[in-house]
């Protein structure tokens, strides 16, 4: 256990006070870490679907992996001259939770490490916590951190 880290992260400061105890557990473990977003496919507009709109979609979509691919590689860098070994990994995919369990298995590691972005009420009602859904199907451990909190297993 702690060998192979998986560390989602979504671009925000959020999911990325997650880094931290990765970093700790992989100081501790000697881990791979591996950091993984998962970007949600854009949906082209109501109505007809045109060659301009189906043309807009794919720069939408073009653009956000750009972006991630962007963000990961800088995240890579700054912990690999840290001396950690890092990797990245963009995926697509509608369903982020069943994505990272997909990703945990793809990639053999043995832990997630993940922040929650803490909702609370109807909004985790009406959203679903993508973090519960990890930490209720994962077939490895999850040390969940809170924002700005500690960490749970």
Not at 48 to 65: G, K
Not at 98 to 122: F, K, N, P, Q, Y
Request: glycine share 8%; with cysteine; aromatic share 8%.
């Amino acid at each position: 256990m702690f060998k192979h880290l998986l560390v989602p992260l979504d671009g925000s400061g959020f999911a990325e006070a997650a880094l931290p105890y990765a970093l700790e557990l992989a100081a501790q473990f000697d881990s791979d870490i591996t950091l993984l977003r998962v970007i949600m496919p854009p949906r082209p507009g109501e109505g007809a679907l045109t060659p301009e709109s189906a043309d807009f979609t794919v720069r939408v979509r073009d653009d956000l992996f750009k972006e991630a691919i962007e963000y990961l590689q800088h995240q890579k860098g700054s912990l690999r001259q840290q001396n950690y070994r890092a990797h990245y990994q963009v995926v697509e995919a509608e369903d982020v939770a069943a994505e990272i369990i997909s990703s945990v298995r793809g990639s053999g590691a043995d832990t997630v490490v993940m922040c929650t972005h803490g909702r609370g009420g109807l909004s985790r009602w009406l959203f679903g916590s993508v973090a519960t859904r990890v930490l209720q199907s994962a077939p490895v451990p999850v040390v969940v951190v809170r924002p700005g909190g500690a960490a749970a297993v």
